[in-house]
């Protein structure tokens, strides 16, 4: 049996009839950046996050760039985040001219922890007297923004850290990118910091027809420096306040991402059915042993973007998977902090122990919505023959 990690003709079909006439709408009307789909699209983002302000760019990477670019990150700066992430995370920042500080995740959830970050704070760090602002004693830098990642589609513990952040004065960036829908204590990604960022890459829950961002926040001063940032830096043609870049959401994307955010909820629902599934599988098969399904922790609700499970001999695993026609794939392989682009950061391996961990167990199966219950089960017998055999 052939079982795709994911499967976006199936979802294509759908929904196509609602998308074609809404492609064609944009190309009769000939307005391909900054029209009516954009800005209907950031309305109905901001009420589904539970926000007042969306702005629409170009990609998640941008989306974090410019959300931390709106606070004034850059040169002289530091950005506090885990290295258990899509490179973009840590890319964006140092693209500002800041560096990354690393602090290792929680085995659960895979999120920042917050006591690493409590530790990070109270013994790495200082209260600049002139300033008041927090100084990491190391490299003199100042922290300018703590980046939690919301990873596979389930909130960090956002209380903790905010509370932490709130305490020094500290801005706090959600890098939800991979969690749109997802909620905390009742709130949505995007809604629990300073600013949330989110990509709509074709493969994300809710995914566009190339690539996408936004950015969400309450803060209305944020969202107008975002909104400036992401055209030039000019709020009229040709006449330039900061210096910005193009980043703008095109009107094809926004068009299709508004014929699918009506069935984002009811798509997530479906993935997170399928991962009850899955451990319930698991279980009956006596497999609990070899295979650690993934939590749903406290306060949370998982959409799970992907559905990534802890497993003895991983690469063996995925390799007997992949012989097998079942889609998988390792997110991801290496920590952020063990990269050669970022050696000169100063990390060795064991400094992040968790991460360093989850990079050598992890392994994504398929969980799109339109996985068949047959689909499903051949992936878990799958696996009861590779540890059987």
């Known amino acids: ?175 939800a990118c991979q969690a749109i829908g997802a909620s905390y204590k009742g709130r949505k990604a995007g809604a629990l910091g300073t600013l949330g960022c989110f990509s709509f890459f074709p493969s994300k829950n809710l995914g566009g027809a190339g690539d996408g961002g936004m950015v969400v926040t309450s803060d209305k001063g944020l969202a107008d420096r975002v909104r400036l940032l992401r055209g030039h830096g000019a709020h009229h043609r040709y006449y330039h306040d900061v210096v910005g870049f193009n980043s703008r959401l095109d009107e094809l994307q926004a068009a299709v991402l508004r014929v699918k955010l009506p069935h984002l909820d009811g798509w997530s629902a479906k993935r997170a059915e399928h991962a009850g599934k899955y451990a319930e599988a698991f279980e009956a098969a006596g497999l609990l042993g070899e295979v650690t399904p993934p939590a749903t922790l406290p306060g949370r609700t998982h959409i799970f973007h992907q559905y990534v499970i802890r497993c003895r001999e991983r690469d063996a695993l995925q390799a007997f998977l992949k012989g097998s026609g079942v889609g998988c794939e390792v997110y991801y392989p290496v920590s952020l902090h063990e990269q050669a682009c970022f050696k000169d950061l100063g990390y060795a391996p064991e400094d992040l122990p968790q991460s360093r961990r989850a990079t050598q167990e992890v392994l994504a199966l398929p969980v799109y919505p339109e996985l068949s219950d047959a689909q499903r089960d051949y992936v878990v017998e799958r696996i009861k023959a590779f540890y059987k055999r």
């Open 1 to 175: 049996m052939d079982v795709p990690l994911l499967d976006l003709r199936a979802q294509y079909e759908t929904i196509k009839d609602k998308v074609k006439p809404v492609i064609d709408e944009v190309f009769e009307t000939q307005r391909f950046v900054l029209g009516a789909h954009g800005a209907a699209l950031e309305e109905e983002v901001a009420r589904h996050c539970g926000v007042s302000c969306a702005v629409g760019v170009a990609s998640g990477t941008d989306s974090l760039l410019l959300a931390m670019k709106a606070l004034g990150v850059g040169r002289g700066d530091a950005v506090v985040t885990t290295p258990f992430t899509f490179f973009a995370t840590a890319g964006a920042v140092v693209n500002l001219g800041a560096r990354p500080v690393f602090i290792d995740i929680e085995p659960d959830g895979f999120e920042m922890c917050p006591r690493a970050l409590a530790a990070f704070l109270d013994d790495e760090c200082e209260r600049d007297p002139a300033t008041g602002a927090t100084v990491h004693k190391a490299s003199r830098l100042t922290v300018k923004a703590i980046l939690p990642v919301h990873l596979y589609g389930q909130c960090a513990d956002m209380d903790e850290i905010n509370a932490l952040a709130a305490g020094r004065g500290i801005p706090v960036v959600e890098d």
